[in-house]
């Protein structure tokens, strides 16, 4: 469907608009429907981001500016955000003993239990949104998105 279809728009749109229009809609839905699979598991997006990002450290520990260096949303507070993964035994947050100043994030096994039974469907949301497109369109729309993002 058509973004004015979607937004029910009455007026012409030129594509400058469209393109904006059609990035944030579809990160909208992107957006809800990761959200119905993680409610079960009492996660946000962004904590999710954040348990991926520490599961990527392979058993090391992450501080808080490398966690934020890569979150998707980088206006989080990852302070926050690290709380409440703490409160949830999903991560560990210990004080660096050579810089106390530093605080070091680990994931738990339970984290990483957790995202072993997410795996599969996140796997299977992220296809979902690409069965429509082939190899050659999928190469082609994150060529032209890294594109239109890196002005």
């Known amino acids: 469907m058509k973004i004015e279809e979607e937004i029910k728009s009455t007026v012409a749109l030129d594509n400058s608009k469209k393109i904006i229009l059609n990035v944030l809609y579809t990160q909208n839905v992107i957006t809800d429907k990761l959200n119905e699979i993680l409610k079960p598991y009492d996660l946000s997006g962004e904590q999710f981001n954040v348990l991926r990002i520490l599961r990527g450290q392979k058993g090391n520990s992450a501080n808080m500016f490398v966690i934020q260096e890569r979150m998707l949303a980088k206006t989080s507070n990852t302070t926050r955000l690290v709380d409440k993964l703490l409160l949830k035994n999903l991560v560990t947050r210990n004080v660096c003993s ?37 190899s050659e369109e999928l190469e082609q729309l994150n060529q032209l998105l890294e594109k239109f993002r890196n002005q």
Do not use: M
Not at 102 to 131: A, M, R, Y
């Open 98 to 134: 050579k810089n106390r100043r530093k605080i070091e994030v680990l994931i738990t096994q339970k984290g990483l239990d957790v995202l072993t039974e997410l795996d599969p469907k996140v796997q299977e949301h992220e296809n979902s949104f690409s069965k429509n497109l082939n």
